[in-house]
């Protein structure tokens, strides 16, 4: 198995291929971030179930996604999520055009290291990095670290799958709690709006899945809290990309302010991405 971070590939090429300038995001946010946010975890999960579900009339046997003959590649994975995102019809007119090929190859050795610890180094370098400290704002890089908090704690705790799931639904009740009054205001929190919707309902999704409970990818940790990271991971990921997509397309603030769609939407499509990956070998 190669020694290589989650998502550590997908971070080179965005961080030295786009311009780190600190514009932050400041300025008056578009009325239907609420809107379009709140639903997110919402899709994350019927996503799921819509890709697994597609792949298992087009090439798996019922539910051995993780069975040695696996034979799903990324960019299919790629390709139903980004169908799966566009069918939705809140979000169906919100211009998004990856590149599926690029994006499926920048994704293709994630699974090899896709374990409790690749996650959290991999969740470090990106919050670490000045693209993620330059797009979004200080409250939600202190609620960020919260987050990642709740999964440092599980992966060395005795919990129960029960009492995981507890901890997860609270801690995250928790930190929605501490900053409703700050949620998506003048471009705050979209990202934090996001990663919380996604680790509410994919909480629910994985503790509820045989598959990531007696079948974990690193026999030495539970599975659930890594997939459900990696979840968050992935809608951050995107929001970023997309972040720095807007920047340079949208110049004035009121363009920016029009596209805040772009950055949820491309964190979803992300997400599902890494999410999936919990399903395959």
């Given at each position: 198995m190669k020694?290589?971070?989650?998502?550590?590939?997908?971070i080179s090429v965005l961080f030295f291929g786009i311009s780190c300038e600190n514009n932050?995001?400041?300025?008056?946010?578009?009325?239907?971030?609420?809107?379009l946010v709140k639903n997110v975890g919402k899709y994350h999960n019927e996503g799921l179930d819509w890709i697994f579900a597609k792949l298992s009339s087009s090439n798996l046997n019922g539910d051995h996604f993780r069975s040695s003959d696996n034979e799903v590649s990324t960019l299919e994975i790629t390709e139903l999520s980004y169908e799966y995102v566009q069918s939705i019809p809140e979000y169906a007119e919100i211009p998004?055009?990856?590149d599926i090929n690029e994006t499926?190859?920048?994704?293709?050795e994630v699974r090899d290291n896709f374990s409790v610890v690749g996650v959290q180094?991999?969740?470090?370098?990106?919050?670490?990095?000045?693209?993620?400290?330059?797009s979004v704002s200080p409250l939600?890089?202190?609620?960020?670290?919260?987050?990642?908090?709740?999964?440092?704690y599980l992966s060395t705790s005795n919990l129960t799958t029960e009492q995981q799931l507890e901890y997860l639904k609270n801690s995250a009740f928790a930190i929605q709690s501490k900053y409703a009054n700050t949620?998506?205001?003048?471009?705050?929190?979209?990202?934090?709006?996001?990663?919380?919707?996604?680790?509410?309902?994919?909480?629910?999704?994985?503790?509820?899945?045989?598959?990531?409970?007696?079948?974990?990818?690193?026999?030495?940790?539970?599975?659930?809290?890594?997939?459900?990271?990696?979840d968050c991971?992935?809608?951050?990921?995107?929001?970023i990309t997309a972040f720095w997509k807007d920047q340079s397309k949208y110049p004035t603030q009121s363009e920016f302010s029009a596209h805040t769609g772009d950055r949820i939407k491309e964190g979803l499509h992300d997400g599902l991405i890494a999410s999936s990956f919990g399903m395959l070998k």
């Amino acid at each position: 198995m190669k020694k290589i971070n989650l998502f550590l590939c997908l971070i080179s090429v965005l961080f030295f291929g786009i311009s780190c300038e600190n514009n932050g995001n400041n300025g008056e946010s578009s009325g239907n971030a609420k809107d379009l946010v709140k639903n997110v975890g919402k899709y994350h999960n019927e996503g799921l179930d819509w890709i697994f579900a597609k792949l298992s009339s087009s090439n798996l046997n019922g539910d051995h996604f993780r069975s040695s003959d696996n034979e799903v590649s990324t960019l299919e994975i790629t390709e139903l999520s980004y169908e799966y995102v566009q069918s939705i019809p809140e979000y169906a007119e919100i211009p998004y055009n990856p590149d599926i090929n690029e994006t499926a190859a920048k994704l293709d050795e994630v699974r090899d290291n896709f374990s409790v610890v690749g996650v959290q180094n991999s969740w470090t370098t990106i919050t670490d990095d000045s693209s993620f400290k330059n797009s979004v704002s200080p409250l939600e890089q202190n609620a960020i670290a919260e987050v990642d908090q709740i999964f440092v704690y599980l992966s060395t705790s005795n919990l129960t799958t029960e009492q995981q799931l507890e901890y997860l639904k609270n801690s995250a009740f928790a930190i929605q709690s501490k900053y409703a009054n700050t949620l998506i205001d003048n471009f705050q929190g979209e990202v934090l709006s996001g990663v919380l919707k996604i680790l509410d309902s994919s909480s629910d999704y994985w503790y509820s899945n045989s598959i990531s409970v007696t079948t974990p990818v690193d026999p030495a940790v539970p599975v659930n809290p890594t997939i459900v990271q990696a979840d968050c991971l992935g809608y951050i990921f995107g929001w970023i990309t997309a972040f720095w997509k807007d920047q340079s397309k949208y110049p004035t603030q009121s363009e920016f302010s029009a596209h805040t769609g772009d950055r949820i939407k491309e964190g979803l499509h992300d997400g599902l991405i890494a999410s999936s990956f919990g399903m395959l070998k």
